[in-house]
Structure formats: structure tokens, C-alpha cells
T-cell receptor, first 114, second 112 residues
């Protein structure tokens, strides 16, 4: 089945440690996105990519980094500079954002600090 | 992207229609209305979207008022599994429309 796979489902980070969250899609979508969700709140955009080897900062990019070396993959690194990384992280993809087609989401990675 | 306003929570009896309203009074002519839902600890699930005509799919119906300032998502026969947070989002197709803005949504409780 086509879809978006995020791994791991749960992740624990020690203070001062960088961690990388994986996001893979087999929908042949051009655009990919990373969101952060805090308890009881909506989603906030971290980074997005419209095409391979290109990405832009969203609303809360500080302390995060991404790469887009392949169309299918858009990993997110939570760096030690992110002072409050505990959250639910969601990856999404869509055909070109210049169409009306919706974004589709993975099932998320829950990151916690030890 | 235009801002949306939704009730914080709603109840619905199982088997009855659930009607979830959304106000988007500042919507522009090129902005679409999208609905998603999120069940606890899962990613948001796309439900339906439209521009100005009413839309229906296997999950739900979307009714958009003629002036496009509000819309209603209708789940025709709600089940317990429809209990979730429902998000109404307005998004344009221009270069500023790369992100989907999610607010707090409406928490729908379907009761037996």
C-alpha cells in the first residue's frame, strides 16, 4: 500500500544529544513537510521541501535541520540547540503544493527527553 | 491563509448525523476548504476538501455556503470510531500555500 512511514514510533533523547527522525513516502509526491504537535494543540510547521535538494524553514525551524537527497525521504534532525524537544512529530507529503491536492500524514514519532 | 473558527467540542449519538461547523469569514477566492481528523496518537487523516460546490465522498459530505464564509462537515451515520479531533483548514494554491495551518479543531465525542 502507498503511504508515509515514520520511524521510530517512540524515541528518547538524552540532554545534549542530536536525534534523527525518519520519514519515507512511496506516493511519488514532490512536497514533504515536518510538523510539531504539543499536547492539546494544533500543528506547527518546522520545515518543508517542494523538490529534491531544496527545503525552506517553516514557523519554528530553530533547533532543527533537514535534508532532501531523495524524493522519497525527508529526515528531520532534532539538535541539542532545540531546548524543548519533547513533542509529537508528524511528517506529511503532497503532490506539488501548487495543486489543490491534500497533504497526507504519517503516524508520527513521539520524542521524549530522558 | 484565512483563519478558521470551530467549536471546541461537540457530542453526537451513535448512528446519528454529526454536523461540524467551521467559520472562515475572511476566505479568499482562491482558497480551498479542507477537513482532516486526528484520532489520539495518530497522524491527521484527510477527509474531504472543496472550493465552492458541495462535495461528497465515502467518508463525509462538505457543505460550503454560497458566500463561502462558512462550511459544515457532515458524517452521515456517526460511529464510536468517529470520535476524534476534527480540523477545518483553509489553504490557497499560491506560493504562500505550502503549509497547512492546523488550529485546535473540534473534539467530537460519539456516544453509544
Amino acid at each position: 500500500d502507498g503511504g508515509i512511514t515514520q520511524s521510530p514510533k517512540y524515541l528518547f533523547r538524552k540532554e545534549g544529544q542530536n536525534v534523527t527522525l525518519s520519514c519515507e513516502q512511496n506516493l511519488n509526491h514532490d512536497a514533504m513537510y515536518w510538523y510539531r504537535q504539543d499536547p492539546g494543540q494544533g500543528l506547527r510547521l518546522i520545515y518543508y521541501s517542494q523538490i529534491v535538494n531544496d527545503f525552506q524553514k517553516g514557523d519554528i525551524a530553530e533547533g532543527y535541520s533537514v535534508s532532501r537527497e531523495k524524493k522519497e525521504s525527508f529526515p528531520l534532525t532534532v539538535t541539542s540547540a532545540q531546548k524543548n524537544p519533547t513533542a509529537f512529530y508528524l511528517c506529511a507529503s503532497s503532490p506539488s503544493p501548487k495543486t489543490n491536492q491534500p497533504q497526507h500524514f504519517g503516524d508520527g514519532t513521539r520524542l521524549s527527553i530522558l | 491563509d484565512a483563519k478558521t473558527t470551530q467549536p471546541t467540542s461537540m457530542d453526537c449519538a451513535e448512528g446519528r448525523a454529526a454536523n461540524l461547523p467551521c467559520n472562515h469569514s475572511t476566505i479568499s477566492g482562491n482558497e480551498y476548504v479542507y477537513w482532516y481528523r486526528q484520532i489520539h496518537s495518530q497522524g491527521p487523516q484527510y477527509i474531504i476538501h472543496g472550493l465552492k460546490n458541495n462535495e461528497t465522498n465515502e467518508m463525509a459530505s462538505l457543505i460550503i455556503t454560497e458566500d463561502r464564509k462558512s462550511s459544515t462537515l457532515i458524517l452521515p451515520h456517526a460511529t464510536l470510531r468517529d470520535t476524534a479531533v476534527y480540523y477545518c483548514i483553509v489553504r490557497a494554491l499560491n506560493t504562500g500555500g505550502f503549509k497547512t495551518i492546523f488550529g485546535a479543531g473540534t473534539r467530537l465525542f460519539v456516544k453509544a
